[in-house]
């Protein structure tokens, strides 16, 4: 199981979710005024509806904009909370996720951008063709901006924790990577790159599950009805154009090159998009791990030596010694990198052609050069995705 961290996570849009300690992350382009001093980062409209931490106080029953009725609070997170509502605006009532935005200068202006991000994928996805939450609504309540999303289940890893870290299939994982890699190329297609995909940022449209006896595990197991999924949490969505801060993602999901800190671009995506699957795949996180030199030392441990010109280009060249990582596999850190990574194919639990296609999508997902990565675009066209794609010219 994954270690937990001081911030906690929210899953914007999920009725299923509890709230829980969550992995380092770095925000990006929207966070870049954190020099400022304290009192700055602080400052907000005072409201008599706030607490202390610039949250909106509210209670179940609460309405906002004489339409949305709070029902209960589905998570809390840095940014501000996020709360189940009914929609009165038709005589059905419908259920919807309203992110409510803490009353601070700085996550205000990191809403604005995230509505703007929202706004245009709603524009540029008119027809719903590709799997990215779609924003309702969006409103300035006395400082709070709130942001209203369809209301989804429960998140992948959500799935995964409750259903004790089972691994999913290779074929669930096919029909979900299937349609998260699709979502994610329309991003690029639209010059953006999420910067922050994890098994928690990845939303079932429906968690409905049936439990079934394991005899062989002696234990329940859970089995998903339908897995219809979303890509979620456009908060630190970079246009290509916008300035690229150094450090994104969260740390199990960071690409090598934003580690030594080379610059990135689209393929940050896709290396997090690899992690994914092999976190499906194994029911763990495979870089479980929270410093730079060790993430690294995994890294290479799974997938090879880094190699030399990118260690030679590096500003953390306090990482590097004669062109080669800087590691000693005789310390407590190095046992322990041995002793919890193994190289890549030996994680495969089948000789089987499928396992063989995925593991070899997942090679060249996890690609150090930037310029040999695979694409998301050629990602789609890899001969384990052959299935969907016939159904789909079907």
């Known amino acids: ?48 509806e706030d607490d202390e931490e610039g949250h909106l106080i ?39 996720a309203l992110k409510i935005i803490k009353n601070l200068v700085r996550y205000r202006e990191a809403a604005m951008s995230e509505v703007e991000v929202l706004e245009q994928m709603n524009s540029l996805d008119s027809e719903k063709r590709f799997a990215c939450v779609r924003m309702l609504d969006w409103f300035d309540h006395h400082g709070h901006i709130c ?80 897995l219809d999924v979303k890509v979620v949490d456009f908060g630190n969505a970079t246009y290509d154009h916008e300035h690229h801060t150094s450090v994104v993602s969260t740390r199990h999901y960071r690409a090598p090159e934003v580690i030594l800190e080379l610059g990135w671009n689209q393929a940050c995506d896709v290396w997090s998009l690899g992690c994914i699957l092999i976190e499906y795949y194994l029911g763990l996180t495979l870089f479980q791990t929270h410093d730079s030199k060790e993430h690294l030392a995994m890294m290479e441990r799974v997938l090879g030596p880094i190699p030399v010109h990118l260690l030679q280009k590096t500003g953390k060249q306090h990482y590097v010694y004669h062109d080669k990582l800087d590691w000693d596999e005789h310390t407590s850190s190095g046992r322990y990198v041995r002793k919890h990574c193994k190289p890549l194919k030996q994680y495969m639990s089948s000789k089987s052609s499928v396992h063989e296609q995925l593991f070899d999508l997942l090679q060249k997902m996890m690609e150090y050069d930037v310029s040999k990565r695979i694409t998301l675009e050629e990602a789609i066209r890899h001969p384990f995705f052959a299935p969907l794609r016939k159904e789909g010219k079907k």
Request: hydrophobic letters at 30%.
């Open 1 to 48: 199981m994954r270690e937990q961290e001081k911030d906690k996570d929210w899953h914007h849009y999920s009725k299923s979710s509890a709230c829980r300690g969550s992995r380092e992350h770095h925000c990006s382009r929207h966070h870049s005024h954190r020099s400022q001093s304290k009192s700055h980062r602080r400052k907000r409209t005072r409201s008599f």
């Open 58 to 96: 509210y209670h179940n029953g609460h309405m906002l904009r004489a339409r949305y009725e709070i029902v209960s609070t589905l998570g809390e997170g840095a940014f501000g909370k996020v709360v189940e509502c009914i929609d009165h605006s038709n005589r059905d009532g419908v259920r919807v």
């Open 147 to 226: 942001i209203v999303f369809e209301l989804l289940g429960m998140s992948t890893y959500d799935f995964l924790k409750e259903n004790g870290f089972m691994p999913f299939t290779v074929d669930q994982i096919r029909h979900m990577a299937y349609q998260i890699f699709n979502a994610v190329h329309f991003l690029h297609q639209n010059k953006l790159t999420h910067t922050d995909l994890k098994p928690e940022n990845i939303l079932f449209v429906d968690s409905d599950f049936d439990i079934e006896y394991n005899g062989k595990l002696k234990r329940d197991e859970r089995t998903l009805k339908n």
